[in-house]
């Protein structure tokens, strides 16, 4: 009887053995590939890492053409980190791709077994491998302008991690590049419900993204929001103020820019876009003030220089047009008028000059200049300007 019993229990040893054998290669490959893991960091084994990934591939490979390893969750998610670590390591895409696919299986089939969540981590570490991968191609593309592709792996990496910021960001940014609106659109709205550090910036970019569309309604409404939200954002103030007036929207321009003035009173930008409300609103007085304020804070501010040029000639340009509609019977009248207009031009003068020296080759400071020379009746340099302007052109 004992010898019978003990036959029993050699014939039950080996049949366990024969069941389990398979299975130690996935152990061998896990060993392999968390050696893989430690020398890898290490530059002087750089050949230790080669020589252990290439042992966790072979013994995967090995249990995945064994029926019984191909049960266990842990074979997938063995192959899917080995694999996925090939991937990041291979330079060549045709033999990259390929094992970036494996794992991809791999894992998706690994997650599908492991019901009880036993190889989470294992699962999760290696698709930010995948991640990593494609972050890589992702960024050259971008790189590259092939915003498409940038798009494919930077959304890859948000269906990873779908709540990570920087995933979201990337994804809404290649996809507004490739003019994928819409989907820019949505992850940009999503990144608007996160802590993101850099909102204040999405808000501005998602307004632009609205007008793109020809969606002007909400472009107003995400950087009205935005502005409302980092109220000390310069940039942002300066863009609501913009699209309010090419919208038309002056009352509520001058508002906004009273609120952000008094937040950041050194902002020169707030001033010209002061005078420029005050200009299309036609209060000559107020916008040239708002100019001189823009222009006493930086006095190379060119667009602040050209729009306060302009906005000086104009009373002289007014009353030289008047009096050349006089009657000719009206001679004093005329050379009265004349001559106060002059005094109105000189004092435009040193701004239009200054405008010119910032901006040489800008058409519209020259345009001005020509305005005073004719208006002082300098028919010379009225016309030594002219030439200027047309070599511009051409």
Known sequence: MKIKFLLTGIIGLATATIAFAQPRD?????????????????????????????TAKAAIDKAMTNPKA??????????GEVYASLAVRDTVPSSAIPSFATAESALKKAKELDTKGENKKMIDDAYMELVRYKYAIGVKAYQGGKYDQAYDAFNFYRSVRPDDTTAIY????????????????????????????????????????????????????????GAAKFPANSKLSKREIELNLQAGNQAKVLEKIEKAI?????????????????????????AEAAYRKAVEIDPNYFDANLNLGYILLNPGITLFNAANKLPTNKQKEYDDDMAKAAKLFEIAKPVLLKTVELNPNSIDALTNLKTYYIGTKNAAEASAIQKKINAIKQ
């Open 26 to 54: 996935v152990s061998t490959a896990q060993d392999a590939y968390a050696q893989f893991a430690i020398f890898k960091q290490q530059k002087l084994t750089a050949a230790k890492a080669t020589e252990s990934i290439n």
């Open 70 to 79: 191909l049960t266990y969750a842990l074979t997938y998610a063995v192959q």
């Open 170 to 225: 990337l994804t809404g940014l290649a996809a507004a590049a490739g003019q994928k609106y819409d989907d820019a659109i949505v992850n940009y709205n999503k990144l608007l419900t996160t802590n993101y550090s850099k909102n204040a910036d999405v808000y501005s970019d998602l307004s632009f993204i609205y007008l793109q569309k020809k969606d002007t309604a909400n472009a107003i409404k995400t950087v009205s929001e």
């Open 262 to 286: 008094a937040n950041d009173p050194k902002n020169k930008s707030l001033y010209y876009y002061a005078g420029l409300t005050y200009t299309q609103e036609k209060d000559y007085v107020k």
